[in-house]
T-cell receptor, first 107, second 116 residues
Framework: KNEVEQSPQNLTAQEGEFITINCSYSVGISALHWLQQHPGGGIVSLFMLSSGKKKHGRLIATINIQEKHSSLHITASHPRDSAVYICAVAGNYQLIWGAGTKLIIKP | DTEVTQTPKHLVMGMTNKKSLKCEQHMGHRAMYWYKQKAKKPPELMFVYSYEKLSINESVPSRFSPECPNSSLLNLHLHALQPEDSALYLC???????????????FGPGTRLLVL
């Protein structure tokens, strides 16, 4: 079993829909990162959080430390949100990466 | 300036060639990283430099040789690569590097490498 599991692996939705991507982990962590990677390759760090909730524009990230679970939400999704979203957890001395969720938003 | 730049964007090389990848940041970050990413996989950490000293080498083959000439520049020298080394090579930087996994990393656009 992977230490970091993301679901779903792939998600296709219509423009305007509310999107949820989930990340579950099995190790003790000090922080959790959400990152976005567009087809061109560049990676952008969206959030780093260790408790509670963070919001930036239409993106919201939450984490439940007790349940070892985090979610990334996108409100009013837009085709430009199409990308791979990756969850990575800060374990003891390293980042452990999830496999990513490929999101496609259709106009 | 919150940008990490990488050159070249694309590189094709033969197995006997020697080439270098370059990375630059002007955010005053003291930690810089090299990652390798194969298609449809997450990035794999290769090297971490903190305060211009190599702090992490993730058992990378010696045909990859990193160099940090100063706190703004990071190079990756390539020699005698194999076709399986074809991948996207990403550079990143962060504030300190100590406990790098607890810092926000800023990534460059990557160099797409093809080894023939």
């Amino acid at each position: 079993k992977n230490e970091v599991e993301q679901s779903p692996q792939n998600l296709t939705a219509q423009e305007g829909e509310f999107i949820t991507i989930n990340c579950s982990y099995s190790v003790g962590i000090s922080a959790l990162h959400w990152l976005q990677q567009h087809p061109g390759g560049g990676i952008v760090s969206l959030f780093m959080l260790s408790s509670g909730k963070k919001k930036h524009g239409r993106l919201i990230a939450t984490i439940n430390i007790q349940e070892k679970h985090s979610s990334l939400h996108i409100t009013a999704s837009h085709p430009r949100d199409s990308a791979v979203y990756i969850c990575a957890v800060a374990g003891n001395y390293q980042l452990i990466w999830g496999a990513g969720t490929k999101l496609i938003i259709k106009p | 300036d919150t940008e990490v730049t990488q050159t070249p964007k694309h590189l094709v090389m033969g197995m006997t060639n020697k080439k270098s990848l370059k990375c630059e940041q002007h955010m005053g970050h003291r930690a810089m990283y090299w990652y390798k990413q194969k298609a449809k996989k997450p990035p794999e950490l290769m090297f971490v430099y903190s305060y211009e000293k190599l702090s992490i080498n993730e058992s990378v083959p010696s045909r990859f040789s990193p160099e940090c000439p100063n706190s703004s520049l990071l190079n990756l020298h390539l020699h005698a690569l194999q076709p399986e080394d074809s991948a996207l090579y990403l550079c990143a930087s962060s504030q300190e590097g100590e406990g790098y996994h607890q810092e926000t990393q800023y990534f460059g656009p990557g160099t797409r490498l093809l080894v023939l």
